[in-house]
């Protein structure tokens, strides 16, 4: 089952658009949970803690528990929380199915679509796909904080040095950097009331990659991707540095590498026009199509 | 010195670090203060309070500065702090804590605005099921007058099809708004 996130409804149309092109063209199977409803991000766990565990839980009694795959970060990081506190405290699994209305034990499998990739689909399968492979094209995998952190939780990786994204797009054909900011944070949800902070943040991420030698960064999260795409100018006008650094969604350049083109994986929602990287790199050519809703989340 | 006061005061502040461990199991008197939290926090450099700083608040029972500290709400909730810690102290779990009581209290600073966006943002789930990003944003520049920061950017966002007009809803309405209150019921940490 799938759980989008009310931002693969919004701002993050193209991350849902390439996702469900990928799960087209791989085979897999990702019918949306019915009437999910959002997991309080972090709004709900800085105010209400039952409400940060009942909404998790609602959404994922409806999955009747088939395993969840997310592609936002933020809910990926909640739905598990909330899963190993239900799971481990019979006294809290109580409450919340008084608050909820009904039991939820807690034991619905949870995979980020970076898991799914890696570990269910495999590179051999994936390898079998690539047509047009990232030749020459240096990234920067962006995992931001949500993913790796904490590990106890998510159980992802490993939270200071994560490889998963490095190695799909290695197989891709694309040239994975070693870097230092893989996990640093981007600001997150105060985009909107402490955009200091998040330009801040951003910049340093967005300068480190630079200096490290990317041509673009690659995303897992809707928060880190707005934040690198959309803050990028104001940042450049602001420090007089430049980075020109497309920021793609992960899902966006495995598409590419398989051939289903910037339309379908809706490159032309990207602020930072990533056409004449592409196109220096012989991956793409002709303008960004533009964007259309995306088939999977929006009517 | 006399004894009895003293006393008062170390029961006081074991209180307040023992009430905040049972909310969010931290850890919290495990903290050695080595700070490798704080090195590793982005938002320290910047915060009124660094990470461990705030812990050695809540150890010594000074509930007050740490409920009314700007930190709370600087944080940026990344679990780097959590992380790293050698001693296994869930500070990011703790800053939750501190941020709910601070809101019960009334001793929220009143120079950050985070709290009445977590209050937009729960309140449009609590009515629609899902966050829309454009009424969020909305409802929020009418509610601080922050009317022209990046609105700049709103047709290109809307060209791109990154806004939508309307969101979606889900679900039962009146399920969810009971939900809601049963939810603010058996908290009892407030809003």
């Given amino acids: ?299 | 010195m006399s004894k009895p006061k003293a006393e008062s005061l170390t029961d006081r502040a074991a209180d307040f670090a023992a009430r905040v461990e049972k909310l969010s199991d931290a850890k919290i008197n495990a903290c050695l203060q080595c700070a490798k939290c704080t090195s590793g926090c982005p938002v320290a450099a910047k915060a009124d309070l660094k990470p461990h700083e705030l812990l050695r608040l809540v150890q010594l029972g000074m509930a007050d500065e740490a409920l009314s500290s700007r930190a709370i709400w600087q944080c940026v909730s990344c679990q780097t702090c959590a992380t790293r810690c050698p001693q296994g102290v869930s500070i990011a779990a703790m800053t939750d804590v501190l941020r709910r009581l601070s809101r019960a209290s009334g001793k929220a600073a009143a120079d950050t605005n985070v709290p009445l966006f977590n209050d937009i943002f729960l309140n449009s789930v609590r009515k629609r099921g899902r966050m829309h990003e454009m009424g969020l944003m909305a409802a929020y520049k009418l509610r601080t007058m922050d009317l022209f920061s990046d609105m700049a950017k709103l047709p290109m966002m809307l060209r791109k099809g990154k806004l939508r007009l309307f969101g979606k809803r889900a679900g039962d309405k009146a399920a969810r708004k009971a939900m809601f209150d049963r939810a603010r019921a058996a908290g009892g940490q407030g809003k």
């Fill in chain 1, 1 to 299: 089952m799938f759980y989008p996130g009310c931002s693969l409804e919004g701002t993050a149309g193209d991350y849902c658009k390439s996702t469900m092109a990928l799960a087209g063209a791989l085979g897999i199977d990702l019918p949306e949970i019915p009437d999910w409803i959002c997991c309080g991000a972090t709004a709900a766990h800085q105010s209400d803690e039952m409400l940060a565990l009942a909404l998790p839980a609602k959404s994922l009694l409806a999955a009747k528990g088939k395993p969840v795959a997310v592609c936002c970060a933020a809910c990926f990081s909640r739905l598990k929380a909330a899963n190993e506190r239900i799971a481990s405290d019979p006294a809290v699994r109580k409450k919340v199915a008084k608050v909820v209305g009904a039991d939820y034990d807690g034991q619905t499998p949870i995979a980020h679509m970076l898991e799914i990739l890696a570990a269910d689909v495999g590179p051999a399968e994936i390898a079998k796909h690539v047509v047009q492979p990232l030749t020459g094209l240096k990234v920067a995998c962006y995992y931001g904080c949500l993913l790796t952190r904490p590990p106890e939780i998510t159980q992802l990786d490993d939270a200071e040095n994560p490889m998963l994204m490095d190695r799909l797009l290695q197989t891709a054909g694309a040239e994975a950097l070693d870097w230092p900011h893989k996990t640093e944070c981007c600001g997150g949800s105060y985009s909107i009331t402490d955009v200091g902070t998040v330009k801040m943040l951003t910049h340093q991420v967005l300068a480190m990659a630079r200096q490290a030698g990317a041509d673009c960064v690659a995303t897992a999260c809707p928060l880190c991707q707005i934040n690198l795409d959309l803050r990028q100018a104001d940042i450049e006008a602001e420090t007089g540095e430049q980075f020109d650094l497309p920021v793609f969604y992960f899902t966006q350049l495995l598409g590419l590498a398989m051939g289903l083109g910037a339309k379908a994986l809706g490159l032309g929602a990207l602020v930072v026009d990533p056409g004449k990287l592409l196109a220096d790199r012989k991956i793409i050519s002709g303008p960004m199509a533009s964007p259309a809703p995306c088939g999977g989340c929006a009517e």
